[in-house]
């Protein structure tokens, strides 16, 4: 059994090597540094890289399995791993507690207007006057409610906010207050204070906000993207927030990224930007190494993998 890293993993490759001494571990930067005669032989890839593409995996006849150390796997060539069985896990779960506090630290720093104090700072103004609003009893609407969602729910009811869910059917989730269909979305918009979108982008999940859905928010709502950028047009999004539809936005994730300095969010008062940073963590390598560990165990075993198991299919 040979495995190949797409990322160093520092002192994680010892314990890898020595806890399953009969596999043969490969650690490289990527892709670019696989030898053809290390693609043709190797039988699980671990790690992340942007670069890994279809052209990379037909030079991998004997692969069995993806182990991808991030959440989202939208940019993988999903049709060809579906189509040649190969087998694919994600971080789910992994990046959720990192972002939990992303999200919560969003709502926190709009709320208690740290952007005013910290702009106040800047000219050297002293307001002692200003006042912060609560977030107790505000409604938080969670467009999807997978694990960052739940994780996130779960720091937020401390601070008593009120949680709702959008996700495909409607289904019960533990910790979220009242969970809706997608098909219902329209007409739950306008309880939300702030409206989080956590979904991973799937063929139904792009360019699923239109400006519809932003005129149904109130015009005091609190948007905050940590999904995918692509659940709403740039162009869309733009117009929102020049025509204050709604109040604020946080935006972690676009439509195309990186922004270019040209790019017009960054001209707008009423938008905070981060550079898809949310689910970076120092923690995440050591996680998601754990997560194989376990797994790999299984599959050496059966050939079976007990978590994270993705979809290739349906893209989750």
Not at 33 to 38: G, N, Q, V, Y
């Amino acid at each position: 059994m040979k495995v190949v890293s797409l990322k160093r993993l520092g002192d994680l490759e010892q314990e890898l090597t020595n806890r399953f001494p009969d596999v043969e571990f490969l650690f490289t930067k990527g892709v670019n540094e696989i030898a053809k005669s290390d693609r043709s032989t190797l039988d699980i890839l671990i790690g992340y890289d942007s670069n890994l593409d279809e052209s990379f995996l037909t030079e991998c006849p004997n692969l069995k399995w993806i182990a991808w150390y991030a959440t989202g796997v939208n940019k993988l060539p999903l049709n060809y791993i579906a189509n040649q069985n190969i087998l694919l896990t994600n971080g789910k779960g992994i990046h959720a507690k990192q972002m939990a506090e992303f999200i919560t630290a969003f709502i926190l720093d709009d709320y208690k207007k740290m952007r005013t104090s910290y702009i106040n700072q800047q000219n050297k103004v002293y307001d002692s006057k200003l006042t912060a609003d609560r977030v107790g009893k505000q409604t938080v609407l969670f467009l999807g409610t997978g694990t960052i969602a739940q994780r996130t729910a779960h720091v937020l009811q401390a601070l008593d906010m009120n949680i709702l869910g959008i996700n495909t059917t409607g289904h019960k989730v533990n910790g979220i207050n009242k969970t809706y269909a997608l098909k219902e979305l329209l007409s739950v918009l306008p309880e939300a204070d702030i409206v989080v979108n956590t979904l991973p982008e799937t063929a139904n999940t792009i360019h699923l906000l239109t400006s519809e859905h932003f005129s149904q928010m109130k015009n005091t709502a609190l948007f905050i993207n940590v999904g995918r950028g692509s659940i709403v047009k740039e162009d869309i999004l733009i117009k929102v927030l020049k025509d204050s539809v709604i109040r604020h936005a946080y935006l972690d994730v676009f439509e195309k990224e990186p922004l270019t300095q040209q790019n017009e969010l960054f001209n707008l008062s009423n938008v905070t930007i981060t550079a898809h940073i949310t689910g970076n963590g120092k923690e995440n390598f050591q996680e998601a190494t754990d997560l194989f560990t376990k797994n790999l165990t299984h599959f050496l075993n059966n050939n079976h993998l007990i978590e994270n198991e993705v979809d290739a299919k349906q893209g989750y």
